[in-house]
């Protein structure tokens, strides 16, 4: 009987060769998927952005200047010979004894300031004096208005403001002055 050696047999040296000669390349499963979810994840923002920032033209929502134009009182005569704006109007009440300031809640209504040249308008149908005109010139001021021009509007000669802190900001372009109006 034989018996079976329970020492263990030299294995052969292994060759180095073959891993000296081979480099790791990361697997094309490992970059495909790294590749699709990165599409994936653009996608997704695109997606995002489209939705949660598109126009919508509801009253309760004004987000372009196109929904302001569109909402402008006398809209054509707006646009050719002003521009469409947004009006605040609150009331401020001042008490001296104890001094305290109330404010109203403000009514938001479409309106339009008109640009020197679109007096004429306001003229034809009578609906500004001369000698109101001649007070809002000499202070360099323009007209607005809230309210159809053809439904007793009201107009007021208004100052423009001279300051503007949306285009005084860091980092943006020198605003520029429109004289026009």
């Not at 180095?16 to 996608?43: H, Q, R």
């Not at 302001?68 to 704006?85: E, K, L, T, V, W």
């Amino acid at each position: 009987m034989r018996r079976k050696s329970t020492a263990t047999r030299p294995q052969a040296p292994r060759s180095d060769k073959a891993d000296k000669g081979s480099v790791s390349k990361p697997s094309m499963i490992t970059t495909a998927s790294l590749a699709i979810i990165a599409g994936a994840f653009i996608v997704g923002i695109g997606v995002g952005v489209a939705f949660f920032s598109g126009t919508n033209f509801t009253p309760n929502n004004i987000s372009s200047r196109e929904a302001i134009d569109q909402a402008a009182p006398s809209r054509d005569i707006c646009i050719n010979y002003g521009s469409s704006a947004i009006v605040t109007e609150s009331r401020t009440f001042v008490t001296f004894n104890p001094f305290k300031v109330y404010v109203s809640k403000p009514i938001m209504q479409p309106g339009c300031v008109l640009r020197s040249n679109g007096w004429a308008v306001l003229d034809q149908r009578k609906l500004i004096s001369n000698e109101r005109e001649r007070e809002c010139k000499q202070r360099m001021q323009t007209f607005a208005y809230t309210g159809n021009l053809e439904n007793s509007p009201k107009i007021d000669c208004v100052n423009p403001s001279e300051e503007n802190k949306f285009l005084d900001q860091p980092g943006t372009a020198p605003a520029v002055s429109d004289k026009s109006f």
